[in-house]
């Protein structure tokens, strides 16, 4: 069974702290993808990674950035978190070249900057 | 203007009554074209693909349109359990990136 997970479900933290979500998967995907989730904008693309150490920019990258060191692992920082920051954070991965294009998801971290 | 948009909705259904909505896609060039599901407070699962002529998954239909850049989804003998977010999303590189709705809230009532 296919699985990513997700350092967290629910964090708290302050405004000006630096942020660490983690994933991981375990279906040797070569893509993986962090997302934000905010009611009635749907899912926004920050980055991706479509191989180890390689990275490109979404549609909303200011204010994060990515680490891939390892194939199995995509981490989202926040450099320094702002109120506006607050969000679901889905991370996903996909398999390259398989014709599907399916992502998959993991549970979320429900991010509170105050 | 969004790539992908959707009713939000909510569509409230009898138990065993159909119901269908539409999203549109801005970008004529799109290649791929999918139904994810979304549950409350869960993370979104591949529904199903949309193929240009139409394709069926039990209940579900799903249907798209280049000419008009919409795709529908229709649900047939609706159950309690379908009651759901479902998220047009839209594919229109080579990577895998996807443009996702935000989504069509259905309720399913007894």
């Known amino acids: 069974d296919v699985k990513v997970t997700q350092s967290s479900r629910y964090l708290v933290k302050r405004t000006g702290e630096k942020v660490f979500l983690e994933c991981v998967q375990d279906?040797?995907?070569?893509?993986m993808f962090w997302y934000r989730q905010d009611p009635g904008l749907g899912l926004r693309l920050i980055y991706f990674?479509?191989?180890?150490?390689?990275?490109e920019k979404g549609d909303i990258p200011e204010g994060y950035s990515v680490s891939r060191e390892k194939k199995e692992r995509f981490s989202l920082i926040l450099e320094s978190a702002s109120t506006n920051q607050t969000s679901m954070y889905l991370c996903?991965?996909?398999?390259?070249?398989?014709?599907?294009?399916?992502?998959?998801f993991g549970p979320g971290t429900r991010l509170t900057v105050t | 203007r969004k790539e992908v948009e959707q009713d939000p909705g909510p569509f409230n259904v009898p138990e065993g009554a159909t119901v269908a909505f539409n999203c549109t896609y801005s970008n004529s060039a799109s290649q791929s074209f999918f139904w994810y599901r979304q549950d409350c407070r869960k993370e979104p699962k591949l529904l199903m693909s949309v193929y240009s002529s139409g394709n069926e998954d039990g209940r579900f239909t799903a249907q798209l349109n280049r000419a008009s850049q919409y795709i529908s989804l229709l649900i047939r003998d609706s159950k309690l359990s379908d009651s759901a977010t479902y998220l047009c999303?839209?594919?229109?590189?080579?990577?895998?990136?996807?443009?996702f709705g935000a989504g069509t809230q259905v309720v399913v009532t007894p």
């Open positions: 996903a991965s996909s398999p390259r070249g398989s014709g599907t294009y399916e992502q998959y």
């Open positions: 279906m040797d995907h070569e893509n």
């Open positions: 999303v839209v594919r229109g590189d080579s990577w895998g990136k996807l443009q």
């Open positions: 990674s479509y191989d180890v150490k390689m990275k």
